[in-house]
């Protein structure tokens, strides 16, 4: 009896793991499980075909460095390790490079293990860009500016 409970327990586990990262593989937010020594455990499809690499190619500190603009390496690679031995949550932005080479502003946030990337790039250029970038980014915010 108590073998039937452990297998249908297990089976139960089973099912809601495999539910839980179909759910994350939707969502349109790169996600990653580190761990605590900032192993990559996990990442979602949309970060993988993001950067067009493969789950092993990920794992690789190297790979994943060198995905960081270097003006930003140093200080997402010190915030990550202080977030990451204290599980003390954070939120900063950074420059990625995407599979074309093209760097894009990212919104990085950490909760306990959990990394989420949000793109940000088009407001990021947008408020450092001309006038005509900002009025794009108002007009698809909703926002009218042709006073």
Known sequence: MEDQRRGQQRLSDDFLETELRQLVDVIPQQIF???????????????????????QAIKSRDVRAGLVHPDD??????ELKRGLS?????????????HDGQ????LIRLNQSVVRHADRHRGKEASRGSPQARDRLDSCNGRDNSS
């Open 86 to 98: 204290g599980r003390v949550p954070f939120e900063m932005e950074g420059r990625f490079r995407r």
């Open 103 to 106: 760097y894009r502003w990212f």
């Open 33 to 55: 499980v580190l761990s605590s020594d900032g192993d990559v455990l996990y990442v979602n499809q949309v970060l993988l075909k993001y950067y067009r690499l493969t789950l």
């Open 73 to 78: 390496l140093e200080g997402i690679g010190d």
